[in-house]
């Protein structure tokens, strides 16, 4: 996040660089040799490392023969009571923060400066005292400050400058609030933020608001004092005892980039000076012998025994782990932020992952920033690169570290693949912005092999059935197949060798079972012919009766009405048997000396009523063929059967009144 908002201020100082520039060339002498101190790998061995939990590392240095020139002078200061260090650069003024140098990797610093004044009554300007870079190589001082007091407005003026700028206003309202409380909400009461960038210093100064005095009485913090402090700041150094690259190159004696696999770049912000880089595939210190070294931040054992292998339902294998002493390098730390939700965070808090796959050496990650990304980015302080995706949500490559298997296998106490039976896999993506190793378990196991007997045996007898045809033996890694002995078969679903008599047995239950079904078969398909039988026997029966009952005559009828067919339809007893649910007795509406009426649902879901004729009687069928003959070339009245429905049932005659709401069906069975 920071080096993304350095990018930022840089872009934005570069129309300035041409002016800054001129005027520092004009003074830009390098420093006498004496000044500068080289020293040998022993006496950077005595020197501290750490400030607190700050880290040193030269050309900064604390104490004498520990710095390159008295600019990277560090002082650690430590308070007595609470037992905290700080550490600040030699003016004093100027801290260090956010974990300290790490020289090889960038050129800037996180910094903070504070100063405040007292407010005094009767006097209305207060010039604050000034902030200058801390020696000449330190090139850029950018970020924001925050100030307090009551009743000001806040002006500005650069070191290279005469103008001053009002920055911002304070007000202040009638209550009091803590100097803190005004802080947190820094939006012009009590508290207003300036942005600032400068390459030679600043100064602020206060000049009163007409009518806020604080001869009016009023006492508090915000009104006694006024104050700045940096919210955030970056501070840019290099190496300023020569003008560039070429012309320190020129001087070994004093040549900074030390280091073998390492370079020098030239200061193109303001064009003096110059710093030190690793080159591609090292890390470490640029400015020591020997400083840039491959990668050397994996450590393949596990320091802690109780740790959290999971998060949620993500599972978290080594050498990926969530405590300390728990995963294997930096870039592999992540925090399980909540269980619940299974969120689970990358070390640089942009990244989320949501799985885990060793066997492929892939990462599901999600980008949770809100800064535009389109392939994977994630910046670990001090870590190569090892992950490697498109896109905000991706399945990512991952390497162990950015060795080749030859590199790492030479390193042993560094190498990850610590489990037997395990082999180490050249990682490369084809565009080569990933370029390292992981570890595979070796064909015929299984496992994670990146922890000590991680990787173990698979049966394959097991897991892969019919894998032999015969008999499946698994030994250490692989397997083999073999054939049952003589006298013995292959039983394939209990996969052992059987004797051939036994199976005999089998088959003898076998035929006696398939030979019962067959008679069982036998029984139930002579059931089935006669039952077959007496339906054609019916059909017959019902094909005579409806012939006798007239049925042709209906069916003449009304196929020579044309106005009729469409509205008349004969019904099958099916039909009928259908929408009365078998005749049943609650379809019952009403009773006859003939016959039963039925309430029938047709399939179309019309409600009609079903006449049902116990008897037969000749005059009775002559009645209703005459009605339907009578009925069907007219309209039918209102308060007569708009329809008449003609059953074709095969043997029974069945007549249907189509009233507007109902059918009347009247219906003779034999
Ligand atoms: C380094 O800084 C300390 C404290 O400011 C000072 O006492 C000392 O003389 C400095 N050393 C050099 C070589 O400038
Ligand atoms: C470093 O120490 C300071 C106090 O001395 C503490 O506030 C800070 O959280 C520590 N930082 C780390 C990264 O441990
Ligand atoms: C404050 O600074 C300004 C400009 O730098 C100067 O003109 C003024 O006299 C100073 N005031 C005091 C009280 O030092
Ligand atoms: C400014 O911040 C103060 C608290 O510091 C708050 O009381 C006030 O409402 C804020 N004003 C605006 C306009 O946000
Ligand atoms: C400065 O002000 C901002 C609000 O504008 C606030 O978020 C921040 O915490 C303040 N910084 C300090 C150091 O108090
Ligand atoms: C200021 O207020 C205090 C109490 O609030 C009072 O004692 C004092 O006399 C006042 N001073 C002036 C100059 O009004
Ligand atoms: C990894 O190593 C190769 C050379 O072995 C180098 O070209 C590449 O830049 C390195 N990648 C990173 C991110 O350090
Ligand atoms: C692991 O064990 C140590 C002591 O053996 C204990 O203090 C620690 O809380 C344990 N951690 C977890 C995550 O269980
Ligand atoms: C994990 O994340 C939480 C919340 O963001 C944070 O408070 C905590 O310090 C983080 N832990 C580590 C070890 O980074
Ligand atoms: C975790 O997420 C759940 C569901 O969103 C939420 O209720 C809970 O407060 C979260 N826990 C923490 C520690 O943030
Ligand atoms: C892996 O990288 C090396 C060196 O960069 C290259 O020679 C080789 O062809 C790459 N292999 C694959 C499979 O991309
Ligand atoms: C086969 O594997 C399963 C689990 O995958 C296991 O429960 C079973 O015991 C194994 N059988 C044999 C014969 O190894």
Same mark, same amino acid.
């Given at each position: ?21 001129? %005027?520092? %060339? ?117 970020? $924001? ?35 803190? %409380? ?45 104050? &700045? ?13 020569? #003008?560039?690259? %070429?012309?320190?190159?020129?001087? #070994? ?93 990358? /070390? ?11 066997? /492929? ?7 949770? #920033? ?12 001090? /870590? ?159 094909? $005579? ?16 009405? /044309? ?45 009609? #009523? ?17 009605? &339907? ?24 005659? &069945? ?16």
């Amino acid at each position: 996040m920071v080096c993304g908002f350095l990018v930022l201020v840089l872009a934005l100082l570069g129309t300035q660089t041409t002016r800054v520039s001129a %005027a520092l %060339a004009t003074n830009g002498r390098p420093y006498e040799e004496g000044n500068i101190v080289v020293p040998s790998p022993a006496m950077l061995r005595r020197c501290p490392e750490r400030c607190g939990n700050l880290t040193v590392a030269y050309p900064f240095g604390i104490g004498s023969g520990c710095f390159r020139d008295p600019d990277f002078n560090l002082t650690c200061v430590v308070d007595g009571s609470t037992g905290t260090s700080r550490l600040f650069l030699r003016d004093g003024i100027t801290e260090v923060i956010n974990g300290g140098f790490d020289v090889g990797w960038s050129r800037y610093i996180s910094a903070a400066y504070a100063d405040d004044d007292a407010v005094v009554s009767g006097v209305d300007v207060y010039n604050m005292s000034s902030w200058s870079p801390p020696g000449r190589s330190f090139v850029g001082f950018s970020g $924001r400050i925050n100030v307090t007091g009551c009743g000001f407005d806040v002006f500005m003026l650069y070191n290279d400058s005469n103008t001053p700028f009002k920055a911002c206003s304070i007000t202040c309202p009638g209550s009091e609030i803590t100097e803190t %409380a005004a802080m947190e909400n820094c939006n012009g009461t009590w508290c207003c933020t300036v942005p600032f960038y400068s390459f030679n210093g600043f100064q602020f100064s206060f000049v009163r608001l007409r009518g806020q005095d604080s001869r009016v009485n009023r006492t508090g913090p915000l009104w006694n004092k006024v104050s &700045v402090t940096t919210d955030y700041a970056s501070l840019q150094w290099n190496v300023a005892d020569q #003008a560039n690259c %070429a012309d320190a190159k020129g001087d #070994a004696a004093t040549y900074a980039c030390l280091s073998n696999n390492s370079s020098c770049v030239d200061n193109l912000m303001t064009h003096r000076g110059y710093s030190c880089y690793c080159n591609g595939g090292f890390l470490g210190n640029p400015y020591v012998p020997q400083g840039c070294l491959r990668d050397r931040g994996y450590n393949p054992i596990q320091q802690v025994a109780n740790c959290t292998r999971q998060c949620g339902d993500i599972e978290i294998p080594f050498p990926f782990g969530i405590e300390e002493g728990c995963y294997a390098r930096k870039a592999f730390h992540l925090n399980c932020t909540n269980a619940t939700t299974s969120t689970l965070q990358m /070390e640089d808090d942009e990244h989320q992952v949501t799985h885990i796959n060793l066997d /492929e050496g892939l990462i599901d990650i999600k980008y949770i #920033a809100y800064y535009q990304q389109d392939f994977l980015r994630i910046y670990v302080d001090e /870590e190569p690169d090892l992950y490697m995706g498109y896109g905000e949500t991706t399945s990512a490559q991952w390497a162990v570290a950015n060795l080749t298997c030859q590199e790492a296998q030479v390193d042993m106490p560094r190498y990850a693949c610590v489990s037997t039976n395990s082999e180490c896999l050249v990682v490369n993506s084809t565009q080569n912005l990933l370029y390292g190793y992981r570890c595979k378990c070796s064909t015929g196991f299984q496992g994670n092999p990146y922890v000590r007997e991680g990787c173990q045996d698979i049966d394959e007898c097991n897991k892969t059935i019919g894998i032999c045809e015969e008999v499946c033996n698994n030994i250490v890694g692989s397997y083999h197949c073999s054939k049952c002995p003589d006298k013995m078969e292959y039983d394939t679903t209990t996969r052992k060798c059987t004797s051939i008599k036994r199976q005999n047995i089998y088959l003898g239950i076998i035929i006696g079972l398939t030979g019962g079904f067959g008679v069982i078969l036998l029984i139930l398909s002579g059931l089935f012919m006669v039952h077959r039988w007496k339906r054609y026997i019916q059909r017959q029966l019902r094909r $005579r009766y409806f012939r006798k009952n007239q049925g042709l005559l209906l069916e003449q009828l009304i196929s020579s009405d /044309e106005n009729a067919s469409d509205k008349t339809r004969i019904f099958s007893v099916e039909e009928l048997e259908k929408a009365t649910n078998n005749f049943d007795q609650t379809r019952i509406v009403g009773r006859g000396g003939h016959g039963m009426v039925y309430k029938g649902i047709l399939s179309d879901q019309r409600v009609v #009523a079903i006449k049902k004729s116990k008897v037969i009687e000749e005059g009775e069928i002559n009645q209703f063929i005459n009605e &339907v003959a009578i009925l069907l070339p007219n309209k039918p009245p209102k308060h007569r059967p708009a329809l008449w429905m003609l059953s074709r049932n095969r043997g029974t005659s &069945v007549s249907v009144r189509f009233y507007p709401k109902w059918i009347i069906v009247w219906y003779s069975s034999f």
